[in-house]
């Protein structure tokens, strides 16, 4: 018997920790962001890219990877968080506004 292994093929979690990795390093530069004083603009814009980096990231992983719903619910909270972070630093446009899907129009 196999014991240690999550053998539930509807969930990989070290997928799903990549994935809030993801969402954690763009919440961490939305953040910088929103700290970078008037003057400091190549660091504001360099926070911004490297937050739409992560979110795409997830954008583009967050399907291929099996997750429970509970699991998928986290995700797609934090997903919503950064999604809003980035809305506010002009940093995302044309997207579906429901947190829920975050597919492209």
Not at 51 to 57: C, G, L, Q, S, V
Not at 82 to 105: C, Q
């Amino acid at each position: 018997m196999i014991t240690g292994i999550d053998l539930n093929p509807m969930h990989d979690p070290s997928g799903w920790h990549f994935l809030m990795a993801e969402v954690g390093w763009g919440l961490t530069f939305v953040n910088l962001a929103k700290l970078a004083k008037p003057e400091e603009r190549d660091r504001f814009k360099v926070s911004v890219r490297n937050a739409r980096k992560a979110y795409d990231t997830v954008i583009r992983f967050r399907h291929r990877i099996p997750l429970e719903e509970s699991a998928r619910e986290e995700l797609n909270a934090g997903l919503g968080r950064l999604e809003s972070g980035l809305r506010e630093l002009g940093g995302i446009g044309r997207f579906i506004s429901n947190p829920g899907t975050h597919d492209r129009i």
